[in-house]
């Protein structure tokens, strides 16, 4: 059961630009959605993470939406840059970082 | 502050032949997860340990994968024969308790041949 849908597949953005990545939850338990950032041959790392508390978290170029209603939330990423070109997963658990389940990954590439 | 650490990063074996990977959590965390990552796909967890106790490996494949968390510290995670499918990146991440944030190390990317 695919718990966390994760769009678009890849995404091409020019440098300065805004980068948008969607996921979309289906288990109201979730309480911890966070964005982990995978450079190739690297183990993914925790870029920002957000509780259902709150509607918005920026730290940075970083910011996550969260609707809950809607069961989505998203990650922006401002004033992109070619360093951030990378593999983006979201994911989602209940109870903290217990059982984190991960979307499906997006490629992020930005062009110079 | 040392990271997770694992060993080796890639290893390329013969089906049939049996594996293990080693993973040295960061220093005071009781909490550490095994992952697995196939090409192109988010990682799913395989097993949880919560000090020296598996909490939660209800995804491990119990017929051929064994794990162990010897004194709480360090961990290994064995197959026993491997499978061409389970050609993969294998993720070790710890985090402090089982509410924090989980770091994860660089993978041992297994190739079975």
């Known amino acids: 059961q695919q718990q966390v849908k994760q769009s678009p597949q890849s995404l091409i953005v020019q440098k300065g630009g805004i980068s948008i990545i969607n996921c979309a939850y289906e288990?109201?338990?979730?309480?911890?959605f966070p964005w982990y950032q995978q450079f190739p041959g690297k183990g993914p790392a925790l870029l920002i993470a957000?509780?259902?508390?709150?509607s918005e978290k920026k730290e940075g170029r970083f910011t996550i939406s969260f609707n809950k209603s809607a069961k989505q939330f998203s990650l922006h990423i401002m004033d992109s840059q070619p360093g951030d070109s990378a593999t983006y997963f979201c994911?989602?658990?209940?109870?903290?970082?217990?059982?984190?389940?991960f979307g499906q990954g997006t490629r992020l590439t930005i062009n110079p | 502050e040392a990271g997770v650490v694992q060993s080796p990063r890639y290893k390329i074996i013969e089906k049939k032949q049996p594996v293990a990977f080693w993973c040295n959590p960061i220093?005071?965390?009781?909490?550490l997860y095994w992952y697995l990552q196939n090409l192109g796909q988010g990682p799913e967890l395989l097993i949880r340990?919560?000090?020296?106790?598996?909490?939660?490996d209800s995804q491990l494949p119990k017929d051929r994968f064994s794990a162990e968390r010897l004194k709480g510290v360090d961990s290994t995670l064995k197959i026993q024969p491997a499978e061409l499918g389970d050609s993969a990146v294998y993720l070790c991440?710890?985090?402090?308790?089982?509410?924090?944030?989980?770091?994860f190390g660089q993978g041992t990317r297994l190739t079975v041949v």
């Open positions: 288990n109201t338990a979730f309480d911890y």
């Open positions: 994911a989602a658990s209940s109870l903290g970082a217990q059982k984190l389940v």
């Open positions: 340990y919560e000090n020296e106790e598996a909490v939660d």
């Open positions: 220093s005071g965390h009781n909490t």
């Open positions: 991440a710890s985090s402090f308790n089982e509410n924090t944030e989980a770091f």
């Open positions: 957000i509780r259902p508390d709150v």
